[in-house]
């Protein structure tokens, strides 16, 4: 990977990481949702994966260096808070409708419970994953109480010589810490440094945003009833009423939770329930009668929306579950 001279390199893995390798990419899967939960990769193109994953811990932390071989997509999300440190340039990010890119300096900001989208060409990312109470702790500990809680919203940043600098003397004395000859106090210490340096850099770009608990509350009570009513019509109107709350309201609410509108994030849950149904198909299902089942009444855009969140079409998915399948489905967009 071509790297800018002026950008200082994250500590390599060290020699006690634990380590994962495969060229098989249905084994990759599922040792990612063992050990990391459900999620979605595609690869494109031909040739081994070489997905090659070295990672260290701690008790509230984990560090990881990750190596793929061929261009790919992956939709995930995580309970805790994710900075992708280093990505590819050129990665692209999709939060609901935003699509962002990312360059040398980036970083990526992902909220606890935010479902993402990365499309990226091979090579290397260096990720870290934070407790996120932890570090919600740590930022509200910075900020004026108001008697609100602060919450991350996704996107790239980037981070500048000071920040990286910074950031990378508190990774190098995690990566350190975490070796098994070593002594445990300093692992005690090095994690808050990180959480405090990592904290610093979130306040200082636009991605905490406050809201009252109570708002939180009743927000994720409604994002409950819209997983249990997807096949149902689900207008603004009636989330609002769900919600107890206005239409401006519930738009500001859930651009600062999830970074979309209430109606985008009622099409990203419908689109994960597709991809969940498609994988579990029987031999009789149809990618048109799953489609339409979720409300989504334009066959041709649901296609291409569902292309844009996996990388792949929802023929090619249901293909998966029964590769001798061939006819009966949506054309690819």
Not at 26 to 36: F, G, L, P, Q, S
Not at 66 to 73: A, M
Not at 163 to 189: C, E, I, K, M, N
Not at 204 to 210: G, K, M, S
């Amino acid at each position: 990977m071509n790297q800018d001279p002026q950008l200082l390199p994250l500590p390599p893995p060290p020699p006690w990481a634990e380590r994962f390798r495969s060229d098989d990419l249905d084994e990759v899967r599922e040792w990612i949702a063992r050990t990391a939960g459900e999620h979605s990769r595609v690869a494109h193109g031909v040739g081994p994966l070489g997905f090659d994953l070295a990672s260290v811990s701690g008790p509230t932390m984990k560090l990881g260096w990750g190596r793929v071989g061929l261009e790919n997509t992956l939709r995930a999300a995580s309970s805790a808070a994710l900075v992708h440190l280093q990505t590819m340039p050129g990665s692209t990010y999709r939060f609901g409708r935003s699509e962002q890119r990312t360059g040398a300096d980036a970083a990526v900001i992902i909220a606890p419970g935010q479902e993402f989208t990365r499309r990226s060409p091979p090579g290397r990312t260096v990720s870290l994953q934070i407790d996120a109470p932890r570090l919600a702790a740590e930022i509200a500990a910075r900020v004026a109480a108001d008697g609100s809680e602060s919450l991350l919203r996704s996107g790239v940043i980037t981070l500048g010589a000071p920040g990286r600098a910074g950031l990378l003397a508190a990774l190098a004395r995690f990566v350190q810490a975490t070796a098994r000859a070593s002594d445990p106090d300093l692992l005690l210490h090095s994690e808050p440094h990180v959480v405090a340096v990592v904290a610093r850099l979130l306040l200082r770009h636009d991605v905490v945003v406050r809201a009252r608990p109570v708002t939180g509350r009743r927000i994720g009570d409604l994002e409950d009833w819209i997983e249990s009513h997807l096949e149902e019509p689900i207008t603004l109107g009636r989330l609002c009423s769900v919600a107890g709350v206005g239409e401006r309201a519930l738009a500001k609410i859930f651009e600062s939770r999830r970074g979309m509108s209430p109606m985008r994030y009622v099409t990203e849950r419908r689109l994960a329930a597709a991809r969940s149904r498609l994988l579990r198909a029987s031999a009789a299902d149809e990618v048109t009668g799953i489609a339409t089942d979720l409300g989504f009444t334009h066959l041709g855009r649901f296609a291409i929306a569902y292309r844009e969140v996996f990388g792949e079409s929802p023929s090619q998915t249901l293909r998966r579950s029964h590769p001798t399948r061939c006819g009966g489905q949506l054309a690819q967009p």
